[in-house]
């Protein structure tokens, strides 16, 4: 059984800084694009960051270019979001998948608060 695990999610002041992460198990993802996608109440989910399976290329949406930094760990089947100068619009529920997103690997992802 595949599964993509989310943790590191919590109550932040704006400009504080959070790390995701994504553990996956169940199969290997490192040949597989991966990415981060948020969603806030009444919204769409959208992809916040990917990363290649090379790791030389990575994408950021335009809200998040120069505070966020995607990562990963081969050897530990993890993909990592790292957060910095985080602003109250951060505030989602993260979520990690394949980029683009297969239905079946989605979690119940991590919640993040930005407080003002």
């Known amino acids: 059984q595949v599964q993509l695990v989310e943790s590191g999610g919590g109550l932040v002041q704006a400009g504080g800084s959070l790390r995701l992460s994504c553990a996956a198990s169940?199969?290997?993802?490192?040949?597989?694009?991966m990415g981060w996608f948020r969603q806030a109440p009444g919204k769409d989910r959208d992809l916040v960051a990917a990363?290649?399976?090379?790791?030389?290329?990575?994408y950021y949406a335009g809200s998040v270019k120069g505070r966020f930094t995607i990562s990963r760990d081969y050897a530990k089947n993890t993909v990592y979001l790292q957060m910095n100068n985080l602003k109250p619009e951060d505030t989602s529920v993260y979520y990690c998948?394949?980029?683009?997103?297969?239905?079946?690997?989605w979690g119940e992802g991590t919640l993040v608060t930005v407080s003002s």
């Open positions: 998948n394949t980029n683009p997103p297969l239905p079946a690997y």
């Open positions: 169940g199969r290997t993802f490192s040949r597989s694009t």
């Open positions: 990363i290649t399976w090379s790791t030389i290329d990575a």
